[in-house]
């Protein structure tokens, strides 16, 4: 009689795979396919192994900013007189992280001291790198306002050898704050005054909390007359995640004065002649590869110019390209009448703001705002609202909280 064998046990099943156990490469492949940086802060905290996954590797943050450039999460709004600054967010019901970075934020400023609640007299220097620089007409007093993260400094007065050597009279100029690339949240506050031909700097540092005071500049601009002090107009920043410029429009809107945010070194460029009479309409910029651009709008186009080395050598501005928005009617359902024409109001890494009219036409209208992206053309709506006064974007900066730095590493016992 044959023998019999017993049957083989039946295989074991594999072990589950979890997403702890699919290695670093594969997760950071995998988060690049979140939709925005609101996504992948949620992600990265949701365990100790997502957000030492981000913050280990410089390489993966340089790849999913490329993918997808920091999100605009509202516009402030500043009015001349009493009014506190004003925050209008942009509302997405297809990126419930994004609506959430703004409902957890202090976008209303709340965190905000005021001595008279009549008359709270903060206004806005800046906002830039996920910071506002507020100037209380008041107290005088000049804060470093994080939204986001609700940090408050308060950034004592430049020192008084700030004004030593001028030549005639000098001028002080407005505030403006660098935030260097993946540091730890330390931030710079620029400072800037003008004589009758010259400029200066000054650079307070929160790591050290200390202003340092730089040179005089050479001649910037011909000796200006008693009359004509201001030779320069507000200045405005613009950064991108290369080298930053601080800029000024000089007042006879040939040329503009540039403030290089890492060499703190003042040069002087010449304007496209053609926006002679448009300072108010246009806004200079960097496109999305670091390159500085310069947007204008008259009626319902958009004029870009290019600052490029051409073929003999000489850096000079190039037009770039023409955007006809005369089509805009089919995105707001007004009609070109009603709108009256378009205002830029800023330009951010390649992605231009700009409004539609009708505040200026009448105080009560609502204008539309808008964003186009120079790369792609993507127009987005943005909202309705009436325009008032100074506009800023406000751009959400990559988080110090996914970077590794001194400050974990400490923590970590590494």
């Known amino acids: 009689m044959a023998s019999q064998q017993s049957p083989e046990p039946p295989p074991a099943e594999p072990a589950p795979t979890t997403l702890t156990a699919l290695g670093d490469d594969l997760l950071r492949e995998i988060f690049l396919l979140l939709p925005s940086l609101p996504s992948l802060v949620r992600a990265a905290f949701a365990c100790r192994t997502f957000l030492d996954v981000v913050r280990s590797s410089p390489a ?34 297809s990126d419930p992280d994004l609506r959430a970075a703004v409902r957890r934020s202090d976008f209303f400023l709340t965190g905000l001291l005021d001595d008279d609640d009549d008359f709270p007299g903060w206004v806005i220097n800046d906002c830039h790198d996920g910071y506002l620089i507020l100037d209380n007409w008041s107290t005088r007093e000049v804060v470093a306002y994080n939204p986001l993260t609700m940090a408050m400094d308060l950034i004592p007065p430049p020192p008084d050898e700030f004004y030593d050597g001028c030549q005639g009279y000098y001028n002080s100029l407005d505030y403006h704050i660098h935030s260097p690339e993946e540091d730890d949240g330390v931030f710079r506050v620029i400072y800037a005054c003008h004589d009758e031909s010259r400029a200066r700097a000054a650079v307070f540092s929160s790591d050290t909390r200390a202003w340092q005071v730089f040179p005089w500049s050479e001649a910037v601009t011909t000796p200006q007359s008693v009359d004509n002090k201001h030779w320069l107009s507000i200045g405005r920043i613009m950064n991108g995640f290369m080298n930053g410029f601080v800029y000024w429009v000089y007042m006879d809107e040939a040329s503009m004065l540039l403030l290089n945010t890492t060499t703190l070194e003042f040069s002087r460029i010449d304007l496209p002649p053609y926006l002679k009479g448009q300072t108010h309409m246009f806004r200079v910029g960097k496109t999305k590869d670091g390159g500085l651009c310069i947007v204008v709008a008259i009626e319902f186009k958009l004029y870009v110019w290019l600052r490029k080395i051409c073929d003999d050598g000489v850096e000079k501005w190039v037009k770039g390209h023409l955007f006809d928005l005369d089509d805009i009617v089919e995105e707001t359902g007004g009609t070109l009448e009603e709108h009256g024409q378009f205002k830029v109001v800023g330009v951010v890494d390649g992605v231009v703001y700009f409004s539609t009219y009708e505040t200026f036409e009448d105080a009560h209208l609502p204008c539309w705002f808008l964003s186009l992206d120079l790369e792609t053309s993507d127009i987005d709506v943005l909202f309705q609202k009436r325009y008032d006064s100074h506009i800023h974007p406000y751009i959400m900066p990559w988080p110090p909280s996914l970077v590794r730095n001194k400050a974990c590493l400490q923590v970590e016992g590494a």
Do not use: E, N, V
């Open 60 to 93: 993966f943050r340089r790849r999913f900013r490329a993918l997808h450039p920091p999100p605009l999460l509202g516009i402030y709004f500043d009015p001349d007189g009493l009014a506190i600054p004003a925050f209008a967010p942009l509302r997405r019901r």
